[in-house]
Structures are given as structure tokens and as C-alpha cells.
């Protein structure tokens, strides 16, 4: 199960055109994930997956260093042991990427991807390293915003929600396998929904098709609850996959740029 990379599959919906300098989050920002995987009514605690924000230097220019890390947790190790490292330098001023890296362990299966991006020339340099595929040194031409999985995550949360409609679709472009792909997001509107600490949480839904060729099929839905609130965290994501299906919940949050909201009261990451 590919654990990182299906969070972050869910984030990736929304392309926004107008840049910012102020965003929901800040240096020093964490937030992680409990997953649950689903097969005949039987829910299991999976895999867990973490997302941290930090200041960084990228080639002599200020840059957002966001990363991830995604593992199964230790008694599924010997079944199928899962490590997911993502990682993305971005643009502070749009959040453009200048370089993204996959490295992952998956059972046997192994990934190494890096993407350079050029704005200037709008081409990505791609690195695409499996141990079930050949390799892959390639250049990809791009005509508008582009992003990492990584980087469109957080991309995602500077939509204000305030300014869409339900029904209304939106698309986002997006690099994936060496391959140049638009997601298209229908936004659902306005929900209250129970998280497994029995709370509830007021959030703004949105849902998309599966990716067909990962661990979703193209009839499948991915659907993310993101907080109603200026952080707008996703609290919970879920979908079907080739086999089962795969929920995910908040567990902890730690230095999120509007402190004392609810979300960061009943998830307070402690050091």
C-alpha cells in the first residue's frame, strides 16, 4: 500500500492562479496521519504519515522545504513493510517547485524519482529510478502552473472556500510517474463530520477520481474534509482502493500558523 503517496493524492486537487505571500501555515508546521485500511468491515490501524514545513536554501535562493514521511506500522512490517520519504523544495512566492525527490520502499519495490523544474523554460527534468520498470532520464515541456504532489498539497490550502459554489470543478496540473497529468475536483460544499475520537468538526468536501495505475482504479473516489477554519487542515481523507478501502485521520498538529482553534486544542502534538 502505497501509504505517503495516497495522501497525497487526495490533497492534490485544486489549481490555484492567483499567487500569495501569506499562506495558512508557517516554518515549523507538523502535521500527521493515522491510516486505516479496510477489508470485509474490518477496520486496522495501517501506516502512519507525517507533513513538516521549514525555511531552507535552495541553489542560493530562499526557498520552503516541505517533506513527509510515510511507514506501516511496526507489527505489519513483516507482511509488507512500507517507507515512503517525500521531499520538495518550493518557491516561497507561489509555491512553484524547484525540485521534488521520491524515495520509497515497498515491500520489494523500489522508487527513486527527482524532478527538477525550470519555470523560465517550463520544462521538468525527470530522474525515474524502479525496480520493476527501466529507467527513465526524460524532459517534460509544461504551458501553465505545474506542481509536485508535495507541493500542490499545500498549494491546496490557500483556496478560499468562501468562493466557491457546490457543484463547481476545478482542475489541477500535476507531474506524476513521468507523466504530465490534470485532476479534475468537484467541490461538495459544507459538512459536519465525526472523527474517530468521536468529536466533530465542521469542513469543506471535495472529492475526485481515482489515478488509474496506482492502488486506485479510475472509478474509484478520493474524497478530503479539510478544517473550516484559516489553517484549513485536512482532518479526514478516504477512498476505495483495488482491494478494500483506506481512511485516513488527523492525530497531531503542532505550530499552525492561527493558533487555539479546535482542531489544534484536540490535537496538540506534545513534545
Known amino acids: 500500500m502505497r501509504v505517503a503517496f495516497f495522501v497525497f493524492i487526495m490533497l492534490s486537487f485544486l489549481n490555484l492562479s492567483a499567487q500569495k505571500k501569506t499562506y495558512p501555515f508557517k516554518c515549523g508546521e507538523k502535521v500527521s496521519y493515522k491510516v486505516y485500511y479496510n477489508l470485509a468491515w474490518v477496520w486496522v490501524e495501517a501506516a502512519s504519515v507525517s507533513f513538516s514545513v521549514v525555511d531552507s536554501i535552495y541553489q542560493n535562493k530562499k526557498s520552503i522545504f516541505f517533506s513527509s514521511n510515510g511507514q ?11 517507507r515512503d520519504h517525500f521531499s520538495s523544495f518550493s518557491n516561497p512566492k507561489d509555491l512553484s517547485p524547484y525540485k521534488y525527490i521520491r524515495d520509497s520502499k515497498e515491500g520489494s519495490h523500489l ?9 523560465e ?7 525515474i529510478k524502479d525496480s520493476e520498470k527501466p529507467s527513465v532520464n526524460d524532459t517534460l515541456s509544461y504551458k501553465n502552473s ?17 468562493n466557491k459554489e457546490i457543484g463547481d470543478t476545478i482542475l489541477v496540473n500535476t ?5 504530465l497529468i490534470k485532476i479534475k ?7 459536519l463530520i465525526e472523527h474517530r475520537n468521536g468529536k466533530k468538526y465542521l469542513c469543506y468536501k471535495f472529492k475526485t477520481k481515482g489515478v488509474d495505475g496506482s492502488i486506485f482504479d479510475e472509478d474509484s473516489e478520493l474524497i478530503v474534509w479539510v478544517s473550516h477554519d484559516k489553517n484549513k487542515i485536512p482532518i479526514k481523507i478516504e ?8 481512511k485516513a485521520f488527523i492525530s497531531s498538529v503542532k505550530n499552525l500558523k492561527e493558533a487555539n482553534t479546535q482542531v489544534e486544542k484536540d490535537f496538540i502534538m506534545k513534545d
Open 111 to 119: 522508487v527513486n524519482n527527482k524532478y527538477l523544474f525550470s519555470k
Open 72 to 82: 506501516s506500522i511496526s507489527s505489519y512490517d513483516w507482511i509488507f513493510k512500507v
Open 175 to 179: 507531474v506524476m510517474d513521468n507523466e
Open 185 to 191: 475536483v468537484i467541490y461538495i460544499g459544507e459538512e
Open 146 to 162: 505545474i506542481f509536485d504532489i508535495l507541493s500542490a498539497t499545500y498549494y491546496l490550502r490557500t483556496v478560499d472556500f468562501r
Open 121 to 127: 523554460t517550463q520544462q521538468i527534468f525527470s530522474y
Open 239 to 246: 477512498s476505495e482502493i483495488l482491494v478494500g478501502s483506506v
